[in-house]
């Protein structure tokens, strides 16, 4: 992460975050990692680790590094059964905050990265988990429309194997994991294969660093961007 921030100037735009610039990037992700870092001191009853308000120019990639640091000696001294603050009611503990750092950053590192024009994949089991993730806990705290179409998409993992069907239900999301071998109850209007890491992308609409085979309507991806964005 801090080494696509540290690799060229901070004033310039990141393609894939709208509006930002690196700094801005850069900013939000040290105030990410200071705010889980407390979050997790709180839990444990250690002393909160101070954050700075985070300096101008090119001197937010130490500030952002210091903050990264302090998150991962916090995720290395809490066992991950230690019962903490999180926004999600179904998992109070250190193991969602590891897990939720690991995949926000993931994603931030690829966009960091996209500034300078040197994008890598995510690993191949974080994606995965990243795209459950994304399924089990991010889309289920945000509210649907009640107006959902009730069409579906099959993301379609070339290298572990794994599927997903997503409906998109008036009011909900649905999903349905499968094995190759099985067929689904409902027949998708979307099939999505790639890799795990450009199928994770795709959920975040970032571009992939290799393309994704789509078949069937593609508006249905659209409406996955309605209801989820990042």
């Given at each position: 992460?801090?080494?696509?921030?540290?690799?060229?100037?901070?004033?310039?735009?990141?393609?894939?975050?709208?509006?930002?610039?690196?700094?801005?990037?850069?900013?939000?992700?040290g105030n990410f990692?200071?705010?889980?870092?407390?979050?997790?001191?709180?839990?444990?009853?250690?002393?909160?680790?101070?954050?700075?308000?985070?300096?101008?120019?090119?001197?937010?990639?130490s500030w952002v590094?210091?903050?990264?640091?302090?998150?991962?000696?916090?995720?290395?001294?809490?066992?991950?059964?230690?019962?903490?603050?999180?926004?999600?009611?179904?998992?109070?503990?250190?193991?969602?905050?590891?897990?939720?750092?690991?995949?926000?950053?993931?994603?931030?590192?690829?966009?960091?990265?996209?500034?300078?024009?040197?994008?890598?994949?995510?690993?191949?089991?974080?994606?995965?988990?990243?795209?459950?993730?994304?399924?089990?806990?991010?889309?289920?705290?945000?509210?649907?429309?009640?107006?959902?179409?009730?069409?579906?998409?099959?993301?379609?993992?070339?290298?572990?194997?794994?599927?997903?069907?997503?409906?998109?239900?008036?009011?909900?999301?649905?999903?349905?994991?499968?094995?190759?071998?099985?067929?689904?109850?409902?027949?998708?209007?979307?099939?999505?294969?790639?890799?795990?890491?450009?199928?994770?992308?795709?959920l975040y609409r970032?571009?992939?660093?290799?393309?994704?085979?789509?078949?069937?309507?593609?508006?249905?991806?659209?409406?996955?961007?309605?209801?989820?964005?990042?």
């Amino acid at each position: 992460m801090t080494f696509a921030l540290e690799a060229g100037p901070t004033d310039i735009a990141v393609p894939t975050c709208a509006g930002w610039t690196v700094a801005d990037l850069a900013v939000h992700v040290g105030n990410f990692c200071g705010f889980w870092s407390h979050v997790l001191c709180e839990g444990t009853g250690r002393a909160k680790t101070p954050l700075p308000d985070p300096p101008t120019g090119d001197g937010v990639v130490s500030w952002v590094a210091r903050a990264c640091a302090d998150l991962i000696s916090g995720l290395e001294a809490t066992p991950a059964a230690t019962e903490v603050w999180t926004w999600f009611e179904a998992d109070r503990t250190a193991g969602f905050v590891a897990r939720r750092c690991a995949h926000e950053l993931s994603v931030h590192r690829y966009d960091a990265q996209s500034a300078r024009g040197i994008c890598t994949p995510i690993p191949i089991e974080l994606a995965a988990d990243g795209i459950d993730e994304v399924l089990d806990v991010l889309i289920t705290t945000r509210d649907q429309p009640a107006e959902g179409s009730g069409r579906s998409l099959a993301l379609l993992s070339t290298d572990v194997g794994s599927e997903w069907l997503v409906a998109l239900k008036p009011g909900r999301i649905e999903v349905e994991r499968r094995t190759g071998d099985e067929t689904p109850r409902e027949g998708p209007e979307l099939f999505v294969s790639g890799t795990a890491s450009d199928l994770e992308l795709t959920l975040y609409r970032r571009p992939t660093l290799s393309p994704v085979d789509v078949h069937g309507d593609d508006t249905v991806l659209e409406e996955w961007y309605r209801r989820f964005a990042f």
